[in-house]
């Protein structure tokens, strides 16, 4: 059993988790606010950037994949230790390829270890969220997905601060990486130790690796997971497809230029984020089920109208629209795979997986569609999926007590 908390044990724990959340997304946006600076010190091509982020994706989608095996080894605590001193030493090394080898396999070495530990510990991270949301009795994992939406904002800030005074990109992502790992470490001291995580408890119960890795992998067999993927999958999709395609489509396709592409990306991002920190509240009223439907038909809806708009207003209506039905989906999806404790971590790992999975590789997929038929044409296909969360949303009803598993039974 998972040991009692104080209420101070408890805050600690909240916190520290809060922290991981806000360092991965500094982590990212770290990265992403210096291409340029990379590309111009590498002196590469687009196609070549190309290379990196693919590498950096298939890392993360490594990292997302063998998630339950490290937690299923070592338990949530230690795995997201080694994770994020795992994407730090990659910050550090994409700065050290850039700016003193200025070697470009180096820059891809430090994108691989960069994506796979960030891949490792966004599953773990969000395990940790819903143990502590169950402790709470309140949904608040959109909260601790706001915190990443923070951190991404504060990496973007610092790139841009960085860049406009000059600052090189090794002593930037030097920085960025101690910190990190200054993050990981007093983060790690006060999470608790927790069978719900897999963690290893210690004690003559102590359950063995083989049986640990078991319970990881259960969830894969139940139908629940796959219908609660589909949920997550179709909003992963819409919020990664905004991110990689909302500002192209308005600067190109609507024909408004780069500075309103941005400002339009940037209303998406407001509209998800503020979303994700007022949404508890509703969810703890109304229920995830009612929650997640009127949110697919403001999605759907905001894209059509993205897609559809003859005007620039309009144009950025549908992009708030598109955030604000995009911006629950993922962490309900996560809050329902966790409604039974002695199955959270196996199935808060798969859901995840599928939902990390289509966030990273369906930009991808729609920008090569979007070669053959336009990238407002393309966009219908978020329509589709954002609909078919919808229609499966009814697969993120709570369970009843009768339908949790016993711990005992877990093993």
Request: with cysteine; glycine share 12%.
């Amino acid at each position: 059993m998972d040991t009692a908390l104080t209420r101070s044990q408890f805050v600690r724990w909240r916190t520290a988790i809060f922290a991981i959340f806000l360092a991965s997304g500094l982590s990212i946006s770290t990265w992403a606010a210096r291409v340029p600076d990379i590309k111009l010190a590498l002196d590469i091509d687009k196609a070549q950037v190309g290379m990196l982020l693919l590498g950096a994706g298939i890392a993360s989608i490594i990292g997302i994949s063998t998630s339950p095996a490290v937690m299923a080894r070592t338990g949530a605590r230690l795995g997201m230790l080694v994770s994020m001193f795992t994407f730090a030493a990659g910050v550090a090394l994409i700065g050290i390829g850039a700016n003193v080898a200025g070697s470009f396999p180096l820059v891809l070495i430090g994108l691989a270890l960069f994506g796979l530990g960030n891949g490792c510990v966004d599953v773990m991270m969000n395990v940790e969220a819903t143990s502590i949301e169950r402790h709470s009795g309140k949904t608040i994992l959109p909260l601790f997905h706001a915190l990443f939406s923070f951190g991404t904002v504060i990496g973007a800030g610092l790139g841009a601060l960085a860049a406009l005074l000059h600052v090189n990109v090794f002593a930037h992502t030097l920085v960025i990486a101690v910190l990190i790992a200054v993050i990981a470490v007093i983060s790690i001291i006060n999470v608790p130790a927790s069978e719900s995580a897999l963690d290893p408890v210690g004690g003559a119960d102590k359950t063995p690796w083989r049986e640990r890795m078991h319970i990881a992998l259960s969830a894969w067999r139940e139908p629940r997971t796959y219908a609660l993927g589909v949920v997550m999958l179709g909003m992963a999709f819409a919020e990664g497809g905004a991110n990689d395609w909302l500002a192209l489509g308005v600067a190109e396709d609507h024909e408004g230029g780069t500075a309103l592409g941005a400002a339009a990306l940037a209303a998406f991002s407001v509209a998800m984020t503020a979303v994700r920190i007022f949404g508890g509240p509703l969810v703890d009223r109304f229920g995830r089920v009612a929650v997640l439907r009127v949110l697919a038909v403001a999605g759907a809806s905001g894209i059509l109208l993205f897609i559809l708009a003859p005007n620039m207003p309009l144009v950025f209506a549908g992009a708030i629209l598109w955030g604000v039905g995009a911006s629950l989906g993922f962490p309900l999806g996560m809050s329902a795979a966790a409604d039974d404790p002695a199955k959270a971590a196996a199935r808060v790992s798969a859901a995840a997986t599928i939902g990390y999975v289509a966030f990273l590789g369906g930009p991808p997929v729609l920008g090569f569609i979007s070669e053959h038929i336009g990238l407002l044409n393309t966009l219908f296909i978020l329509v589709a999926l954002v609909v078919a969360s919808g229609l499966f949303s009814s697969a993120a009803r709570p369970l009843r007590e009768e339908e949790k598993t016993p711990a005992a039974a877990a093993r």
